[in-house]
């Protein structure tokens, strides 16, 4: 029986969009694919076949394969954000993570990681998007929430290790509620010495724009303060998503205010290897959250380079 769920086909790409930071150069063939990857992208389903924890997308961000790994299989999150597109109206399948299945299901994707671009689903991926990019620890909420994190981590680093994937990155894409607790910092120490990074959500500079976009159950201060902490241990990449509420896009404000907070976060010690700009390419919760054009997402990034830090964008 397939558990494997699709995704109602949401909001994209605007349409004279090229896809900067993910085909770069686009070039002939980056464009004759553009409508392949545009579809890739929109319908990101996080279930694949019977597997209840593992499932293959292809990542705009990661610019290839990457096996997800959901570890709130329950939907748990300390965000609600208005562009998220988990469907929470669905009952879950299992609401526990059982280790046992994450690791049989994880081996099982890695060794059958070439036959999954014959399946239906893939077999239309240009041939340079099908090289295996990332673990990444995603889902259906918060990673670091869930209990089983510190395990799940020492067992993606025993089958990377075992498979000899040692050009494929081990990537945590977290809120960054919880990432200076004592059993998340020492899993994040593990994640360090497996060929790991971190990617923090920062979609702000304001309390008050925070909590209109991420809807967060703790302030944007404590958000920092831990990206902080962090980043004094190991490069970061700070993941950045903006977009339009009521169709009116981040005031100017907002961006300079969070071009400060990163500028703050620097003159801290946090290491900041990247800064990932972009947009809504899904569905999103509320359905006022709308994409920003290519050119809007290119005139934050500007800003954000002034820092000397490099940035990419991804409508």
């Avoid at 329950?74 to 299992?94: G, H, I, M, T, W």
Wanted: hydrophobic share 40%; charged share 25%; proline share 9%.
């Amino acid at each position: 029986m397939s558990i494997r769920e699709t995704e109602p086909r949401g909001p994209v790409f605007p349409p004279d969009a090229d896809i900067i930071g993910a085909v770069s150069p686009v070039g002939r063939k980056g464009r004759m694919a553009l409508p392949v990857l545009r579809e890739a992208f929109a319908n990101h389903p996080r279930r694949w076949r019977d597997f209840l924890y593992v499932y293959p997308v292809i990542s705009r961000r990661s610019r290839g394969l990457s096996i997800g790994i959901n570890l709130n299989p329950d939907a748990a999150c300390n965000f609600d954000c208005v562009y998220c597109s988990v469907d929470r109206s669905l009952p879950p399948k299992v609401r526990r993570v059982e280790l046992p299945v994450l690791a049989a299901e994880l081996e099982q994707m890695v060794a059958g990681r070439t036959a999954l671009f014959e399946e239906p689903e893939f077999r239309s991926i240009p041939a340079e998007w099908r090289r295996l990019n990332d673990f990444a620890f995603s889902g259906d909420g918060e990673p670091t929430a869930s209990p089983a994190f510190p395990e799940a981590v020492e067992l993606v680093a025993r089958v990377r290790r075992e498979a000899r994937l040692d050009d494929v990155k081990v990537v945590l894409i977290t809120d960054a509620c919880y990432l200076t607790r004592p059993a998340v910092a020492a899993a994040l120490a593990v994640l360090d010495a497996n060929g790991g990074e971190v990617w923090a959500k920062l979609d702000a500079g304001t309390e008050e724009y925070f909590r209109r976009v991420n809807r967060p159950n703790y302030p944007l201060e404590h958000v920092l303060a831990n990206i902080q902490a962090a980043g004094q241990s190991r490069p970061l990449v700070i993941q950045s998503l903006f977009l339009r509420l009521n169709d009116a896009p981040p005031p100017p404000a907002e961006i300079e205010a969070y071009v400060g907070r990163l500028r703050t976060l620097l003159a801290g010690g946090t290491r900041i290897q990247l800064v990932q700009v972009y947009t809504v390419a899904r569905r999103t919760a509320e359905p006022y959250a709308t994409a920003l054009s290519e050119g809007e997402l290119e005139s934050i990034a500007g800003k954000v380079r002034v820092l000397g830090l490099r940035a990419e964008v991804y409508p």
